[in-house]
């Protein structure tokens, strides 16, 4: 069955290792373990009996929260894990108070934009070269509670 949960540290070497296996830059097992310990910091998985199948989380600022990870196991993709994992966390920040919620994608990233695009995300600009390995801008979205 599956489940969304917080992220606990037993979760953490699966999580690294679909971080690693996706991103040229991935965080390692201690961002991950950095994050967990912040109190301004949330972060769930997605899981299948112990198999972690996808995770995102943010780290809040007053009313602020950036999103800093989302992904999703390859095999896992195309069935609305993303999807479900974003409105919970939406959700759970929502709860803590955040109203404006911000996010970087590589503008190449097709099918992540669509996907921040459905959960109501807008473009806000461009930042130049904000990605390496490869190099690439980043587009910088927001998502506006309160315009709801
Ligand atoms: C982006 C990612 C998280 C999407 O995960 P997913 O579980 O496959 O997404 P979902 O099934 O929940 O799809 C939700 C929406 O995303 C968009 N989407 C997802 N995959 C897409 C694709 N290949 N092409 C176009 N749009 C896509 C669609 O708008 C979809 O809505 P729809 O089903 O109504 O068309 C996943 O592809 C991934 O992990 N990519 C690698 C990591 C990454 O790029 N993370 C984002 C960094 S900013």
Redesign the pocket.
């Given at each position: 069955m599956l489940t969304l949960h917080p992220m606990k540290e037993k979760d953490l070497p699966q999580v690294a290792a679909i971080e690693a296996s996706?991103?040229s830059q991935p965080w390692s097992e201690k961002g991950f373990l950095d994050a967990l310990h912040q109190k301004a910091a949330f972060y769930l998985v997605a899981a299948e009996e112990e198999k972690i199948l996808?995770y995102c989380g943010f780290y809040q600022s007053f009313d602020e929260a950036d999103i800093t990870?989302?992904?999703?196991r390859?095999s896992?993709?195309?069935?609305?894990?993303?999807?479900?994992m974003l409105t919970e966390l939406l959700k759970e920040g929502k709860n803590r108070g955040v109203a404006h919620f911000t996010?970087?994608?590589?503008v190449s990233?097709?099918?992540?934009i669509?996907?921040y695009?459905?959960l109501g995300f807008t473009s806000a600009g461009i930042r130049k070269n904000f990605y390496d390995c490869p190099k690439e801008d980043a587009m910088i979205m927001w998502r506006h509670e309160a315009l709801d």
């Open positions: 996706i991103f996808g990870n989302v992904a999703v390859e896992e993709r195309g069935r609305g894990m993303a999807r479900a996010l970087e994608v590589r990233n097709a099918p992540a669509h996907l695009e459905k």
